[in-house]
Structure formats: structure tokens, C-alpha cells
């Protein structure tokens, strides 16, 4: 409001509903009566000994039970009824007014059975605080309702209805100027209309928004005509100073919090500058889902709150002219988010001059409160943090895969907090293992002289040697293809059949292995420098840089270049070069004489 803060209290529940305030808060369990309750019986048991009878499978949904046929079968009381017949009518009554009229959801027509111990027995119903439960829903109900995408608003509207015709007499309608106990009933016959609802939301903004603190009713209550026709027993102090009371509000498991010193002028004191209101986002993600439990043991310590509310009373001074503080409105001027209406929609009324008579009520102290610990709901932030960093994401998985599968043991060991494919971990089993000096995969061997020495690697790609695609006997058959196309104009090979192994190459295992990013494209023009065949095929699926078209795995470590006279001389043989297509054809066999292979022995 651009005047404070104001909301429904436990004073208004009070004064507009009748409801006790003070009393066992309002909880237990949802169901499983025979679990958590000392007596208890089986739900549907429970049913047909409080009300006779069964309802047809057809009203039944679940927990709940269609409020027609509570109304079809006890809407007359029999006149020849007896005591037990009274007592039945009794509890139906008192099922369909807690579920319909106080505790009611959007649906509206469903009576859920969790009243069942509360119906047991009528004598002790009136020791619970029926007020702080209905405030809680009511609390729940309009926090669900701000969310944008929410349009119905459940919970007892009668109560919010009649706050706002009380408190607001600009917004009230005409012709009901008589009322009675509990005040509520003044607006009974009350029927607004359902045109123009569009228009109506926004002229109902602009009315809020250009407000002042003389257009509300801080203590309607105080009147002289409505204090002779409330129930004596609302008035005593026993009950009037719940209504000062900061504590938690319980209504199973719904926990709210009854901020009543933030709108101190409802109880007819000076509104000082507030604490920070107490977070309970976390409260607000629970509604009871995901399975019943005793509740007054799940909340434990919010029913420990409610049970010495009387230890968190707070003093008010009352004064003649209650309302906000000078202080209070100049940091509500700075803070708050005063309208509802967007800027140009109206006539901009944001003053922020501190009234008369805000500077003639002075300051007041700000009254002591209990000290709780704030319960935010972290869930979003924590999702936040983890969009991006998860190393199990779906997109990247593969790719993590494909560079650690090669290191994974036969039954796929755990690797960065996920499992390996268990496919890829038995393929690289021994029956699969690359035959290189009898090593198996990861490491490299070589022949030499007859002795046998291994170098050991890590590739940073692998190939699944299981592939059709990707397998030894792929590039062999393709390679014999492409001699038997050979025509007679170019040379004709006869190398000896492609084998899958390793060049006979002799590795000088301390020369530098330059990395990927590091290695610099060669020059065509230079190739005759080097005492290798660029144009050779490849050892293995293992030889990474050879079968993606980088430099073979017999370029590193050789001996230094020698001069090109002497490399052309010993090579007479023209090398017909296939046309790049981009498939990487020009790797799958050589194409120089077949006396090239033995030069590098």
C-alpha cells in the first residue's frame, strides 16, 4: 500500500468469523490413522463407524469423497432422529463446513477424510485453535495466487471479503448496513457482479494505489456499535493477546508465520520501522505430498513455537491516533514497492511528503520478538549452480566416453562420477585388446632387432575397434578395391596385403611427442624432407593423428632430414596422389613401390 503494510490478522479471524484463536494447534496426519494415531482404525473403517454407510465407489477419489453425497444424503435431519442419528448429521455437517467453507481447495467439491479423529469426538473439537488454521491456509492460499501463472484463489475468501469491506469503507458496498456475530455475516447476501471484470481489476488498483492512511480503518473494531454484538468471550485477555502474538501458524502441513509487528496500527499503536521478515520459502515448498506423516513430529519445532506462543506476545502502546511513524514512512518511501499499477496508467500520485500528522505520533520502540533462524528454500539456487557443470549432461556424455573408454577396465569402473558405457568397457576387453608387442590397449610395441620394447601413450580419440566401419578389415578390403580400379595409366602397386600392425619402425623414446594444438601444418613442398611416407596406411584404429589425417605415428622420433637430392634419388618411383575428397581415402594403402617398405629397416 503506499501508506505500509496492513494484512489479515488473528484479530480479524476473531472478530470476523468467530473462531477461537487460542488453543491445540490444528494437525496430525492424513490418512494412516492406524500408523500414527494411538486407536486409530483403518481410514475407510473409520468412515462407516463415524457415519453409518459407505459412499459408492463412484464419489470416491482417493482421500476424498464427492461433497454431494454428503449433501444428497444429510441436507434433512429425520424428525423421529435419535441421539446417535443427531450426532451423525452432527459430523457430517462439521466435515462439509471445514472442507467447503474454511479449508477448502480449488475444486470445491471434494471432503477429504482427514477430520476423521477430529469428528471421533465432538466434545473436544472446541480445545483447538480452529482461527490460527484457517489464517494459515488463508496465508498459503494468497502466496500460491501471486505467481502469475496461478488464476483461482482457494481458502476462506468469506474472511478475506469481509476484511476488506471493514477495513476499507471506500471499497465497500452499499445497502448493508445492518450486522450481527460474527461479522463475517454482514456481507451474506452479497452477490457481485461478473461483467466487466477486466475493467474492474484495474480501476480496483488505481483506487489502492492512490490511497492514503486516511482511507483505511486501522481499528474498526472499536466502534460503538460493534462492540455490544461480539461474543463476550473474543474481549477477555485470555484471548486478545493471541492477537499480539509473533509465532508460527499450523494447519497440518502448512506452517506459516503471523507477522503481526509490521502492521502494529491494526492494534491501535504507532508502526515503527520492522525487522526483516523471517524467510520461510523452504515452509512454503511442503504441502503435505509425497506420503503422510505425523506432522506435529515432522515440524517439530514450529509446534514448539505455537506451544509457548505466550512467550511471544508483544507490547503495543496503544494510542488515540494509531498509524505509521515519520521514520517509518520515510525508509517505507525508499523501500517498499508502493503500487500496483504501472506509472503510466494514471496520474502519478507518488508523493513522498511525510503528512502532518505522521510527524505529530512521533517514533515508537520496536517491540521485543523471539530470534528464529531463517528457512529460505535454497532448491533453485542450487539448480542454478549446477546448469553447465554437470559432467554426466546428456549433450557431453559421448564425448567424455569416447576419451576415457580406452582406460576403462572390463567392467567399466566409475570415471568422473559416472559409469563408462559397460558396451565400450567389455569391447576393450583382452579378446578385443590391440596386438602391439603383446601389450593390450594403451601402450605401443615395437620390434626392433629383434628384441621388443613397449612405449606407452595416452590417444586423446579411440576408435571402437568392434565397428564395422571402424574395424582393420574395413580399410583392408577398401584398400583392395581401390588397387583393383588402378588403371593402366598409373603405376601399378604390388605391395604385400595390408596387415594390421604396427610399422617396423625403431621410436626414440625421448624425443619430444608435440601435443595436438602444438603441431604445425607441413608444407607439400617439403614432404621429400622426411624419412617417412606421409602417404603410408594406418598401423591400427589405434594410431589416432595417422587416421584422422594428421601426421603418421612413424614421424616422431626419426632421424634428422636429409637433403632432398638424396631422397629423391633413392625414390624413382612417381607416387600418384588420389584427389582429396574429404574422406580420407589417400590414407588407406600406399601407392609407391613395394621396395619402400624395407628402406626404414
Known sequence: MPFGECTVTLQDVAFQLGLPVDGEAVSGCLGEFETYIEGGRPAWEWFQDLFGELPPPNKVKQMTVHFTWFHERFSVLPPDANEETVRIYARAYIIMLLSTQLFGDK??????IRWLPFLANLDEMGRYSWGSAALAWLYRCMCRVANRNVTNL?????LLQSWIFWRFPSLRPSGFDYFSFPLASRWAAYLPPNDGKEQKVISYRLALDR??????LWEPYSAVDVLPVVHPEILTEEHSRIWRVVTSLIYFAVIEWHQVDRVVPQLGGVQHIPEDALNVDWL???DGRGGDRWFPHYYRDWHLHWGSRVDAVISIERVADPGPSADYLDWWYREAHR???PGAAFTDPRGTQIPEEALQRGSSQVPRRSQLPHMPDNRRVERRRRVGTRESGRE????????????????AADVGGHRVRRSSGRRRGPQAATQFGGRASGTTGTETAGDTFTQSFTPTMTMDVDDQMGSAHFYSDFAAVMRDDAGPSHVQVDAAPYQPSAPDVVFDTTAYHPHMTEMQPQVPDFQGQYAVDLNQPAGSPLDTWFTMGGTP????????PVDDAVQVAGRPTRVRRP????????????FEDAARDDTDD
Not at 482457494?154 to 468469506?158: C, I, K, M, N
Not at 605415428?553 to 634428422?560: L, M
Request: hydrophobic share 35%.
Open 396 to 411: 557431453w556424455r559421448w564425448i567424455y566416453d569416447m576419451l576415457h573408454e580406452d582406460d576403462a577396465p572390463e567392467e
Open 579 to 590: 584427389t582429396r575428397c574429404g574422406t580420407g581415402s589417400h590414407l588407406l594403402d600406399p
Open 211 to 216: 490511497m492514503s492512511a486516511r482511507d483505511i
Open 107 to 112: 475444486s470445491a467439491n471434494r471432503v477429504h
Open 284 to 286: 512454503h515448498a511442503k
Open 339 to 341: 503500487f500496483l499499477s
Open 154 to 158: 482457494a481458502g476462506p475468501l468469506q
Open 553 to 560: 605415428q612413424s614421424a616422431y622420433g626419426i632421424a634428422p
